[in-house]
């Protein structure tokens, strides 16, 4: 297993292009099962994650052609079962349930697995289903679901936010009859990015980025293009590496109504902040000053950058109260950064952190997607060498994240392992 192997200290400068959002791109290739004609989609990020997603879709039938960042999807499906081998590589699989339903009446999907954060079970994504008419059993760890005579629009009610959830109930009341009403949806840009392809291809929503989406079921999509969405997670995270080593980055291509919680955040730590059209340059000031943050569903300080701003916390000037409100178990990064020398204390979903002028460099293992990357800041951070092993998770969600690092004055190198 490879590691990265980081000399910390420099301030990154520079500029860096971000890539299509990995979280929007999963789900829009999940939507190509639904197109009757084609879907081409571009600015797909080349990452572990969407390759599976392809493979998923590959494996049902879908004749998938990938062409650099672009994605051309058609034929739909010719097999409706998606096994446990290909699912269990990514909790996102789950996203093929609701297209696959809506268009053939039927799905055979196995449980998900993905990022080990908490429990998190699918039985809301369950739910949806069935309040459309589907029948669902579990059995086997497979999610099995029939609607014979199709899906019928109803109202789904999430008794908590779902983004996946949410996603899934979209895309499947598209082609159920009559409408739909999805009321406490997530409202995540990457939500609206899927609504808007859907329309694109001829679907019927309404209220997208609202808590209350209105769908009327049309009988079949058509071929479209759409554009995936930036990746707001990966901006964040290389906004807070600016602030965080006292460095001087444009985003380009980040939005900043995608990011304002974070932003806001962050002018508070002391970082100057200019956006312009397509553009965010985050400037750091000196040791950033100690910040509160609450992940909250979108706009809320989004879960997936909480590892990220924590790394930053340990050595911030004062104290910093992390509230983790969306997954249990999310803060498995804490005892790496524990093992660089900060100060932190859990209790429950709180992380109380202490900041400290310097960590201390040291091996470190990535456990997940963002605590991998909240560890690559630490060290981008710490003068010395530190040494990042179990990297194979960054490559889920990063796209060249050693070159666009690189270009800006960190000094990494892969090392085979
Ligand atoms: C998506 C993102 C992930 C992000 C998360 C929250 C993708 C591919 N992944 O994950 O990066 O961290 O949103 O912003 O877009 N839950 C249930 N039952 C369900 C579904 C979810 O209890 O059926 C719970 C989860 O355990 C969690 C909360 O709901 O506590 C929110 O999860 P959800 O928004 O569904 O996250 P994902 O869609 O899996």
Sequence with gaps: MDSLEIKGGPALRGDIAISGAKNAALPLLAAGLMATNRLVLNN???????LSMEGLLGHLGVDVVRDGEQVTMSGGATDFDAPYDLVSKMRASVLVLGPLLARYGEARVSLPGGCAIGTRPVDLH???MQALGAVVELADGYIQARARNGLQGGRIMFPMVSVGGT???LMAAVLARGETEIVNAAREPEITDLANCLNAMGAKIEGHGTDTIRVQGVDELH???HEVVADRIEAGTFAIAAAMTDGDLTLHGAQERHLDAL???LRDTGATIDCAAGTIRVKGNGRPQAADITTDPFPGF???LQAQFM?????ADGSSQISETIFENRFMHVPELLRMGADIRVNGGTAMVRGRKSLTPAPVMATDLRASVSLVLAALATPGISTVSRIYH????????ETKLGNCGAQLRRVKG
């Design 263 to 265: 932003l806001a955040v």
């Design 223 to 225: 071929a479209a293009n």
């Design 394 to 401: 960054l490559e889920r969600g990063y796209s060249d994240l």
């Design 167 to 169: 996603e899934n109930a």
């Design 44 to 50: 797909v990020p080349r990452l572990a994650d969407t």
């Design 311 to 315: 790394a930053m916390m340990c050595i």
């Design 302 to 304: 989004p879960t997936d």
């Design 126 to 128: 369950i739910r949806a």
